[in-house]
């Protein structure tokens, strides 16, 4: 009779002891399947995160290179400007674009008309471009990235308003400083955007005001 006990008791260890093998086996494999597919999602994160790092530079750059470009041709049509304080910088017109190809007696000389009018004409396709990075930054960028792109490219347009009305020198000069002020800005946050520090060389060396 001791035996048969001690037998069957025999029996039910082996039984436990395999049940419990089979158990810690099955969670072994369920831990290990779990923790394959987080590591297979931080993966794709990471993969993730570095394709939208990347885009955010690339448009960024392009940003900004675009609107320095344009803000150095605006500078520089600024040049064409005069001083003189008339009630009317273009006597019998609104716009420089409404102006007659010869000028303006005693006003705008043909060479000056053509070379503003150019500026404006290429400054709007430009802006349109610009317009579609700045979609981008919406999309891809931190919302203070995407606000000061905008804040900037709205800056740009001032300064063709100047110029599409003759404006004084001065006023032109200003509204030029305040593409760079913007342009500053944006600099600013993008690196920020991009994980870095907000110190940055300004791509032109001309001093701040």
Known sequence: MDIMVAMEASQV????TAGIGVAGTLAAALLTQAFNRRTERDRHKREDQARWLADRQRVGAKFLAGALSMERELWSTCAQ???EMRSERLPGHTSILL??????????DATTRAIVVETIEEGFERLNELEELVAELTLIGSPEEAATAG??????GDCIGHLEVFAPFDDA???????RSAR?????EARRS????ESFLPPDRRPRA
């Not at 102006?99 to 705008?108: A, E, K, R, W």
């Not at 500053?184 to 600013?188: E, G, K, L, P, R």
């Not at 991009?194 to 520090?197: C, E, I, K, W, Y």
């Open 81 to 83: 400007l005069d001083r």
């Open 99 to 108: 102006t007659p190809d010869d000028g303006i007696p005693g006003v705008l």
């Open 194 to 197: 991009l994980q870095g520090d």
């Open 13 to 16: 260890v082996q039984a436990l």
């Open 173 to 179: 000069a200003d509204a030029v400083e305040r593409c």
């Open 151 to 156: 804040e900037l490219l709205e800056r740009l």
């Open 184 to 188: 500053d800005a944006f600099s600013i």
